[in-house]
């Protein structure tokens, strides 16, 4: 299982925090998630959104080892 973390707008559209989710890669944690909620799926692909693997910022699939934490990151803005 990977405890997913959604941030900012993503975790108000998905009405959720923090869950754990079975998921053998990012990928297929996004198809999953997107499965669940079209809204959600969309906001998680969509430009901007960062993903963090063990608090580190990823690009691309990775394997989701047991107890691994993945956290979709909104686009930042700045000024």
């Known amino acids: 299982m990977a405890k997913v973390l959604l941030f900012g707008p993503l ?17 297929a944690l996004k198809a999953q998630l997107a499965g669940e909620d079209d809204r959600l799926g ?16 990823v690009l691309g699939d990775r394997p ?8 979709f990151l909104p686009p930042m803005s700045g000024g």
């Open 64 to 71: 989701l080892a047991a107890g691994a934490e993945v956290a």
């Open 11 to 27: 975790r108000d559209l998905a009405g959720w925090r923090e869950r754990e989710v079975e998921a053998a890669s990012i990928a």
């Open 42 to 57: 969309a906001a998680l692909s969509g430009p901007g959104v960062q993903v963090a693997l063990d608090q580190a910022i």
